[in-house]
């Protein structure tokens, strides 16, 4: 799988907001690139969205951005490097999407978490970031994000965007099929169906989603949609109107 090079720096997207691009993993045998978003905020303070491998290169140019204080495990999947970043950063709060833990310790794995992340949390934050907790499927619960001065919606798995270029000719076809090939990603067609009854519920997210009018939406898993963001997010849950 061709990978999002440079790997490890980071990438602006705009005022005091990276991606950083990381290697691909194997997730049910399927190849997934990797990608973290990091936000200085207006304390200078430095919050990171769902780490990526750390590097000693890299875990310098971050701490160069100023002090990291946050780090978020947005959903039940996207928390395997967060100890790693727990140790070189040692004074940052850890937060998690509910169930996180838990799916941690079923894979053997003890995962500090300072705190969750609900609707109802006020993080100090909060001003400059708005977070959406996304729950009703059976399985997934994902908490999303919003950076007010970039107008950046930050998902993780609700959205996937696989370039057919980019990944082997068999996944391909699984890809199409699964909903999530560029141009048209979208949530998984696996995914929709664990909402079953509850996709009021999921409409009412993407409904608050769309109020924010992201012009750009960061993705973790292939290409992200640096333009026409709200657009991008309408075409991807149409499914739901």
């Keep these: 799988m061709k990978v999002y090079d440079p790997l490890d720096r980071l990438k602006p997207v705009a005022d005091d907001i990276w991606l950083i ?7 049910y045998g399927l190849p997934f690139p990797t990608r973290s978003t990091v936000i200085r905020l207006a ?4 919050w990171v969205h769902s780490p990526i491998r750390l590097t000693h290169d890299l875990a ?10 946050h780090l978020i495990a947005p959903n039940e999947i996207h928390y395997a490097y967060v100890g790693d970043w727990q140790v070189a950063f040692d004074q940052a709060t850890t937060w998690a999407a509910p169930g996180v833990v838990e799916r941690a310790a079923s894979r053997g794995m003890t995962l500090h978490v300072d705190d969750i992340l609900d609707n109802s949390a006020a993080p100090s934050w909060s001003g400059e970031i708005e977070h959406l907790l996304v729950e009703g499927s059976a399985v997934h619960r994902e908490v999303v994000f919003f950076h007010r001065a ?3 919606l930050i ?12 990944v082997p000719f068999w996944f ?19 995914m929709r169906a664990t909402f079953g009854s ?14 924010w009018e ?19 997010l309408r075409r991807a849950f149409d499914f739901l109107y």
């Design 21 to 27: 691009d990381g290697p691909t993993i194997r997730f």
């Design 43 to 46: 304390s200078g303070e430095v």
């Design 60 to 69: 310098n140019a971050v701490r160069a951005l100023g002090p990291v204080r």
């Design 150 to 152: 970039s107008r950046s």
């Design 155 to 166: 998902l993780t798995d609700l959205i996937e965007n696989f370039e057919p270029s980019r």
């Design 172 to 190: 391909r076809p699984l890809a199409r099929l699964a909903g999530i090939a560029d141009p048209h990603g979208s949530m998984p067609r696996d």
């Design 198 to 211: 509850h996709r009021d519920q999921l409409r009412s997210a993407i409904d608050q989603m769309l109020a």
């Design 214 to 232: 992201p012009e750009r939406v960061i993705l973790a898993h292939g290409r992200w949609y640096a333009t026409d963001g709200t657009a991008e």
